[in-house]
């Protein structure tokens, strides 16, 4: 069974820092990989999608990496900024022909202006 | 374009009643995936429906059970309500397997 996991669970850091997220799963044999955060009582906003045959994508602030073979992505957002605090979550998606989706336990951000 | 789109907001329940909860997806999106999220399990799959046919269930009682119709929206039941099942209720719509899932804003149900 895949098993995604996420590290740091929380992680506060000073206005304007950069910083990375992590994310890993046990079953290399992915779908794609997605991005998401939560706002607190909130359903989850897309921030990155990557295929398992893409190395990395990007969106304004944000940079997302994907190494397959290695069960490992990293979300990077570059200059933070206090409305960047929320809850960070990374799916994979496991299996062809079924949309489900498996999820880490997230990583509580918080940018302290 | 409207997003996915969640009704009710919120729901209190008392224990051994039943829920309905509804879920229409974006314009064009026939994959429709419901989840639970609790603080202590984290979010967990639920079940997925792809033209009103089931296609994936989760590990979860046959209280919970959905439904999928013509014009792709969902609706999710759970009968005899248990405290344990007070929770967010997340639905996903998707256009195609490989695609970008996209979430409603959840059903906060409160079990009493």
């Known amino acids: 069974k895949q098993e995604v996991t996420q590290i740091p669970a929380a992680l506060s850091v000073p206005e304007g820092e950069n910083l990375v997220l992590n994310c890993s799963f046990t079953?290399?044999?992915?779908?794609?990989l997605q991005w998401f955060r939560q706002d607190p009582g909130k359903g989850l906003t897309s921030l990155l999608l990557?295929?398992?045959?893409?190395r990395e994508q990007t969106s304004g602030r944000l940079n997302a990496s994907l190494d397959k073979s290695s069960g490992r992505s990293t979300l990077y957002i570059a200059a933070s900024q206090p409305g960047d605090s929320a809850t960070y979550l990374c799916?994979?998606?496991?299996?062809?022909?079924?949309?489900?989706?498996?999820f880490g336990t997230g990583t509580r951000l918080t940018v302290i202006p | 374009k409207a997003g996915v789109t969640q009704t009710p907001r919120y729901l209190i329940k008392t224990r051994g009643q039943q829920v309905t909860l509804s879920c229409s997806p974006i314009?064009?999106?026939?994959?429709v995936s419901w989840y639970q999220q609790t603080p202590g399990q984290g979010l967990q799959f639920l079940f997925e429906?792809?033209?009103?046919?089931?296609?994936n269930k989760g590990n979860f009682p046959g209280r919970f059970s959905g439904r999928q119709f013509s014009n792709s929206r969902s609706e999710m039941n759970v009968s005899t309500l248990e405290l344990g099942d007070s929770a967010l209720y997340l639905c996903?719509?998707?256009?195609?397997?490989?695609?970008?899932?996209?979430f409603g804003q959840g059903t906060r149900l409160t079990v009493v």
């Open positions: 996903a719509s998707s256009k195609q397997d490989e695609a970008e899932a996209f």
């Open positions: 079953d290399s044999a992915i779908y794609n």
């Open positions: 990557i295929q398992s045959s893409q």
């Open positions: 799916a994979v998606k496991a299996q062809t022909g079924a949309n489900n989706l498996f």
């Open positions: 314009s064009g999106h026939r994959s």
């Open positions: 429906y792809f033209s009103e046919t089931q296609r």
